[in-house]
C-alpha cells in the first residue's frame, strides 16, 4: 500500500484543498468586515463602552499621543471604507483613553486650569516686527513654561502670545503664575518689558484628544482676560481650594466678562 504522505500528487491534492480553504475564509472575513450593516452596529456598540464613543473624529484624535495618532489613521481609512475591524479598533482606543485619564465625561477629574497672556503685544508686535517678536515670544515661553513645569503643571497649548496649562493642585497653578509672571518681569528686549496677565479657574473640564474644553475652561479664560498687565486673577471656586496660607488675595469689586456667570467672584493675588 502506497503512503499517502510520500505521494507527490496526494501532497499536491491536500496543499491545494487546504489554500482553497484559506481563501474562502479570507473571503467570508473580507466580506463580513466590509458589511455596512456590521460596520454600523460596531459602531452603535461602542456607545455601550467606556470613554468617548466618538472617539476618531477630527476633535478627539487632535492631540500628539499614540493613541490619537494611530484613531487618526484608523478614522481616515473608516472614511473610505467601512470596516468592522476599523470599529473594533477605534473601541479598543476608546477604552484605552477612558482608563488611562486621556478622555472622559465632564465631572471625572477635577482640575486648575491656567491661562495666561500678554497685555498689548500685537501692539507692540506691528512696529517692532516678526523678528523681535519671535525672539521675544521665545524669551516669555521660556520664562512661563519653566515655573509651570516646576509646579506639576501641564502645558495644554500654547495660544500665540500665552498658553493654557491643567495642574491637579490649585495653589500650585497659582504659584506658578506668580512665579511666571515674576520671570516675565525680567525680560527685556531692546527696551521693551512685556507684562504678562493671567487667570486661575476650578473646575471639572472635559478631555478629548489634546485639548481641555467645557464651561470651566471658558471661565478660565474670561478670568485672564479681565486681569491686568502683572496681574494674576483666580475665582471664588480657587479661592475656596487655596485655604490659609502665604498667599494673600484681594476681591475684585468690578468684574464683568462675557460669557463668564454674572455672579462670579475673582480674586487678585497680591505679590
Known sequence: MSDPTRDPEAQAGASASR????ARLGQALRDSDESPKLAVAAKLARE???????????LSTAGTQPSQQLGRRLSALSAESPSVLGEVGLSALQVWE?????GGAEGERELAILFTDLVDFSKWSLKAGDTAAVELLRRVGTA???PVERNHGTIVKRLGDGLMAAFDDPRQAVEAAVEAGRAVDQVDLDGYRPRMRAGVHMGRPRRIGGDYLGTDVNIAARVADAARGGEVLVSATVRERLGDGTLRLKRRRLFRAKGAPRDLAVYAVKV
Open 98 to 102: 477612558a482608563i488611562s485619564g486621556e
Open 144 to 146: 512661563i513654561e519653566q
Open 48 to 58: 455601550l463602552l467606556p470613554g468617548d464613543s466618538e472617539f476618531g473624529d477630527a
Open 19 to 22: 489554500r482553497a480553504t484559506l
